[in-house]
C-alpha cells in the first residue's frame, strides 16, 4: 500500500466508476462525497511512510510510488493538504445536489481533484505542468455541461489556463540547467521569466484575470466556484515547491516585490471592478481575484510570518467562496436573475440565502468577526510596517469590494415583499452549515488558524 | 547548406502555409487537411532532436486529434462572426505576415536561450504566432481548440530540443488527444441532451 495508490489512484477510480453510473444522481453524489472525507479523514489520523497497528493488522504505507520511472510522492507533510482538498472536495460534490449542477460535476470534479493532486505529488514536479493541463481539460466538460449553451468565459479560461503549461515546462527545463551550471547568471534570469510567465497563467493575474468573471457570470457559478478556487488553491500551494527548493529563488531580491505589485494591482483592480459591478456572479469572480491578490501579498513578506499568513488565508477563502457559490446557485435556480436588480427584496423573499451569501461577501472583504478578518488583519498590519503606500492600495482595493456588497445588501433589503422562507430544508443546513463556519473561524480565530500552518509542513525551508 | 538543412526549412515553409491556412480558411476539410500537413511538418522538425520512432508519436498523435475533431464534422463551428469576407481575411494574412517578420527577428535572439536549429526554431516561434492569433481573434470553440493545438505544435518542437523524456512525450501527446477530444465535445454539447 502507498499513499499516492489511496489519495491519487483510488479516487480516479472511484471518479471514473461513478461517471457510469451518473444516471443515479443521489447515489453518485454520496458515494463521491464520502470517498472523499474518508480520504480526508485517513489523511488527518493515518501516518505515511511508518507503521499503522489497527489490532493484528500492521500495514505500512509508503510516500512513494514510481511511475513509468517518475516518482509520485505524498510525504508526510503533505498530509494537511491532501485532508484540506478532500474536505473541500467532498463538501463541494455534496453540495451539488442541492445547487443542482449538471450530473457530469460530481464524478468530473473527484477525476480534478485526484489529477490535482497528483500534479502536487509528481516528481520532478515539473511534470506537474502536465498533469494540471488535464485537470483543466477535465474540468471544462463540468463548466460547458450537455445540452447548454456555454459562453466565452469557458473557452477564455481553456486558452489562458493551458498557455501556463509550456512556460512552466520549459522552466523546469531552465531550473535543471541552473542545477549542470550554478554560475550561468543568464539561466536565472530565463527560469525567472518563465515561472512568471507560467503562474501569471496559472494564478489568473492582471491582466489574465478577465476569463474569471466571465466564467461565473456565465457558467453555473456553483461549479465555476468549485473549479476556479480548485485551481487557485492548488497552483497557489504548488508554487511553494519552488520556493522551497530553490535558495536562489528565495533570495532573490526581484520576487517579493514584484509578488506584492502584482497582488496590490490584483486588489486594486478587483476592488473597483467589485464597486461598479451590476452582476452578482461576477461579483463572486472579482472575489476570487481579490483573494488571489491578497495571497500573493502575504507570500511577498517573505518567508516565515509570510508564507504563515499565506497558508492561513487557505481555509477562509474555500469556506467563504463555497458558501457563497452555493447561495448564489440557489438563488439563481429560485428566481432565475442575472442582473443587479434582481436580487432587489431577497432577503424579504429568501432571508437564509441572503444572509448567508453577504456573510460570505463581508468575510471575503475581511469585515470583523468573520472568518476573512483575523488573518487580513494581521496581514494589512505586517503590510503597513514593510509599506504604507502597499498597504493604502490594498485597503482601498478592499474598500471597493466591500462599497459592491453594501450595494448589494441595499438593494436585497429593498421592496415590501412579505417575510417568507424559500429554502428547502436541505438548502438551509447547508447555508447555515457554511455561515456558522464562517462565524466560527471570525470569533474563534486561535482555534482554528494555526493549525492550518500545518499545510507548511511539507515544506523544509518555508517553516 | 545540407540536404537535411533544405528539409527542414521545407518543413518550416510547410508550418507557416499550414498555419495560415488554418488561420484563413473557413471550410472545416482544408482545416482538417492543414493540420494533418502541420503535424507532418512537426514530425520532421523534431526528428532533428528526437530518434524516429519518438518523432513519430507527434505525427500519430496529431492526425488523430484531426480525425477526432474531423469526426463531428465541424461545418458551421469554423464559420467566423468576426473577421469576416475578403477584408477580414486579408487581415488575418497581414497580421500573421507581421507575426512571421517577428518570428523571423526573434529567432535569432531565442538561440542565446534554447539552442536549436534555425528552422527548428522558426517553425516553432511561426506556429506559437500563428496560434496566438487563432486565439485572439475567435469566438468559435473549433479554431479556439485548433489554436492550441498549433501553439502546442510550436511549443513541442521547441520544447523536443531540450527534453528527450518519453513520459513528457506520452503526457503531451494525452494532452494534444484531450485537447481535440474537448473541441469535439464543446461543438456537440449544447445540441446534447441535457444531464440534469
Known amino acids: 500500500m502507498s499513499a499516492p495508490l489511496l489519495w491519487i489512484l483510488l479516487p480516479l477510480v472511484v471518479a471514473v466508476a461513478l461517471f457510469f453510473l451518473r444516471a443515479r444522481g443521489a447515489l453518485v453524489t454520496i458515494l463521491a462525497a464520502i470517498t472523499c472525507f474518508v480520504l480526508a479523514a485517513l489523511a488527518l489520523l493515518v501516518p505515511v511512510a511508518s507503521l499503522v497497528e489497527i489490532g493484528p493488522i500492521k500495514i505500512e504505507i509508503a510516500d512513494t510510488l514510481v511511475v513509468l520511472g517518475r516518482r509520485l510522492v505524498l510525504a508526510n507533510g503533505m498530509r494537511s493538504f491532501l485532508a484540506l482538498i478532500y474536505i473541500m472536495a467532498g463538501f463541494w460534490l455534496l453540495g451539488s445536489r442541492v445547487a443542482q449542477v449538471s450530473r457530469l460535476f460530481v464524478p468530473f470534479g473527484l477525476l480534478m481533484a485526484a489529477l490535482l493532486v497528483a500534479a502536487v505529488a509528481v516528481q520532478p514536479f515539473l511534470y506537474a505542468a502536465l498533469l494540471i493541463q488535464m485537470a483543466v481539460l477535465v474540468s471544462a466538460p463540468m463548466l460547458a455541461p450537455p445540452g447548454t449553451p456555454f ?24 531550473l535543471a540547467s541552473i542545477e549542470g551550471n550554478p554560475s550561468n547568471q543568464a539561466l536565472y534570469t530565463q527560469a525567472q521569466v518563465f515561472l512568471a510567465l507560467g503562474f501569471a497563467f496559472w494564478w489568473a493575474v492582471f491582466p489574465f484575470y478577465t476569463w474569471i468573471p466571465l466564467l461565473t457570470e456565465q457558467s453555473h457559478p456553483y461549479v465555476a466556484g468549485f473549479v476556479v478556487t480548485m485551481l487557485s488553491t492548488v497552483t497557489l500551494f504548488f508554487s511553494l515547491n519552488y520556493l522551497d527548493a530553490f535558495a536562489w529563488l528565495r533570495s532573490s531580491e526581484q520576487l517579493f516585490p514584484a509578488l506584492r505589485l502584482v497582488g496590490l494591482i490584483m486588489v486594486s483592480t478587483a476592488g473597483a471592478w467589485a464597486a461598479f459591478q451590476r452582476n452578482q456572479a461576477r461579483l463572486m469572480g472579482y472575489a476570487a481575484i481579490l483573494e488571489t491578490g491578497f495571497a500573493l501579498m502575504a507570500l511577498s513578506l517573505g518567508v516565515g510570518q509570510g508564507v504563515s499568513l499565506f497558508a492561513q488565508l487557505f481555509v477562509p477563502r474555500i469556506v467563504a467562496l463555497a458558501t457563497w457559490a452555493l447561495a448564489l446557485s440557489i438563488s439563481q435556480r429560485q428566481a432565475g436573475f442575472r442582473g443587479f436588480q434582481d436580487v432587489r427584496g431577497l432577503l424579504r423573499r429568501s432571508p437564509v440565502v441572503a444572509v448567508t451569501w453577504m456573510l460570505a461577501y463581508f468575510s471575503l472583504g475581511g469585515l470583523p468577526l468573520l472568518a476573512g478578518f483575523p488573518v487580513r488583519l494581521v496581514l494589512l498590519e505586517t503590510l503597513a510596517s514593510q509599506s504604507t503606500g502597499a498597504a493604502l492600495w490594498a485597503l482601498a482595493g478592499s474598500l471597493g469590494y466591500l462599497i459592491g456588497g453594501l450595494r448589494a445588501l441595499a438593494l436585497m433589503a429593498a421592496g415590501d415583499d412579505p417575510w417568507q422562507v424559500r429554502e428547502s430544508i436541505p438548502h438551509i443546513i447547508m447555508l447555515v452549515t457554511g455561515a456558522l463556519v464562517l462565524f466560527l473561524i471570525g470569533v474563534l480565530p486561535g482555534l482554528f488558524l494555526p493549525g492550518t500552518t500545518s499545510l507548511l509542513d511539507a515544506f523544509l525551508h518555508l517553516r | 547548406m545540407t540536404l537535411m538543412d533544405v528539409l527542414s526549412y521545407a518543413a518550416f515553409a510547410l508550418l507557416l502555409g499550414t498555419s495560415i491556412t488554418l488561420l484563413l480558411s473557413q471550410n472545416w476539410r482544408w482545416s482538417i487537411i492543414a493540420l494533418a500537413l502541420q503535424y507532418l511538418g512537426v514530425f520532421w522538425l523534431v526528428m532533428i532532436s528526437w530518434p524516429v520512432g519518438l518523432s513519430v508519436v507527434k505525427l500519430v498523435t496529431g492526425w488523430m486529434a484531426g480525425a477526432l475533431i474531423g469526426a463531428s464534422q465541424p461545418a458551421e463551428e469554423l464559420q467566423d462572426r468576426t473577421f469576416t469576407g475578403i477584408p477580414g481575411m486579408l487581415f488575418r494574412l497581414a497580421v500573421a505576415l507581421i507575426g512571421l517578420i517577428l518570428a523571423v527577428t526573434a529567432a535569432g535572439r531565442l538561440n542565446e536561450w534554447i539552442p536549436a536549429a534555425r528552422p527548428v526554431l522558426l517553425g516553432a516561434l511561426v506556429l506559437i504566432g500563428n496560434g496566438l492569433l487563432q486565439l485572439g481573434m475567435t469566438t468559435r470553440p473549433l479554431r479556439v481548440v485548433l489554436g492550441l493545438l498549433t501553439v502546442f505544435a510550436g511549443f513541442e518542437i521547441l520544447y523536443s530540443t531540450v527534453e528527450q523524456s518519453v513520459l513528457v512525450a506520452g503526457l503531451l501527446s494525452i494532452i494534444t488527444l484531450g485537447l481535440a477530444l474537448l473541441g469535439s465535445y464543446l461543438m456537440a ?8
Request: proline fraction near 6%; aromatic fraction near 12%.
Open chain 1, 151 to 174: 459562453g466565452q468565459g469557458v473557452l477564455r479560461y481553456l486558452i489562458f489556463q493551458s498557455l501556463a503549461m509550456p512556460f512552466i515546462l520549459l522552466a523546469g527545463w531552465s
Open chain 2, 189 to 196: 454539447a449544447p445540441e446534447m441532451e441535457a444531464e440534469e
